[in-house]
């Protein structure tokens, strides 16, 4: 690994949304963490955006990836670990996470936000 790399920790949370998705994506949703997280993560890309306000898990980033950008990885930078709370799928305006609908507060958090990630 060199100086910038991260370690990426995918929660036990993170694991069971992601064999709750379509096995299709299951390589995608790896391939993508591994690809746009281990160098970098705490930089806006158009698919990689900072969430103001805490999302659901406790994360605070959101990688879209896979297919018409559907998939959804949402995650916390701490130290030099990369760790991944939660895996959903987008169709629309609805995210599923778990197999379940997130709705409330979480779809309508406020990406403009500003700041650094220590």
Do not use: C
């Amino acid at each position: 690994m060199g100086a910038d790399a991260y370690s990426i920790q995918v929660t036990r949370d993170a694991l069971a949304h992601i064999r709750m998705l379509p096995s299709k994506y299951h390589r995608s949703v790896f391939d993508a963490l591994r690809r746009h997280l281990s160098h970098e993560p705490a930089t806006e890309t158009r698919n990689r955006k900072r969430l103001a306000l805490p999302a659901p898990f406790e994360a605070h980033w959101e990688l879209r990836s896979g297919p018409q950008h559907r998939l959804r990885a949402f995650y916390a930078i701490e130290g030099s670990t990369v760790v991944v709370a939660a895996v959903g799928i987008k169709d629309r305006s609805r995210l599923r996470i778990g197999g379940q609908e997130v709705t409330s507060r979480e779809a309508s958090v406020d990406r403009r936000g500003q700041g650094q990630v220590e």
